[in-house]
């Protein structure tokens, strides 16, 4: 995986020098799994390498327009669920009863999918319990 890491300090309009090309960070670990899906999928790697640059990167805007989009769709779905009940609604709306109003729906819809994934893993592994394996 590579990530752009700031190299010099944010300028008075809060962008880095124009000059300095950005610096990459290395994953091991990432990049043992790159490697072993090129790998697995060596007709998939000789097509991403044969796409011209602009396709390539349009491809990967397209997909942080796609993650953007899922987590809208989950932050809804979450919001939806607390809305329709009224008492969830109280509960969370006194949890962020101090914060700014521009932040309290951005904050209760992370707390939602919290809560949401914490009820799913907790459910999971009552459900392994009962089937007698050990979690």
């Known amino acids: 995986m590579i990530k752009t890491k700031p190299t010099a300090p944010a300028g008075a309009g809060g962008n880095a020098a124009p000059t300095d090309p950005p610096t990459f960070r290395i994953n091991p670990e990432v990049d043992a799994k790159i490697d072993a899906h090129i790998k697995e999928n060596p007709k998939y790697w000789a097509y991403i390498?044969?796409?011209p640059r602009e396709?390539?990167?349009?491809?990967?805007?397209?997909n942080e327009v796609r993650?953007?989009?899922?987590?809208q769709r989950v932050r809804v779905g979450v919001l939806k669920q607390i809305n329709r009940n009224p008492e969830l609604k109280r509960a969370y709306d006194l949890l962020v009863k101090d914060?700014?109003?521009e932040q309290k729906e951005v904050v209760i819809a992370q707390i939602g999918r919290t809560a949401r994934r914490a009820v799913a893993r907790a459910q999971g592994q009552e459900q392994t319990r009962q089937q007698g394996v050990s979690v």
Request: aromatic share 0%; no cysteine; proline share 5%.
């Open 55 to 62: 396709r390539l990167e349009r491809s990967v805007v397209l």
């Open 49 to 51: 390498q044969a796409m």
């Open 67 to 71: 993650e953007l989009d899922r987590q």
């Open 99 to 101: 914060l700014p109003d």
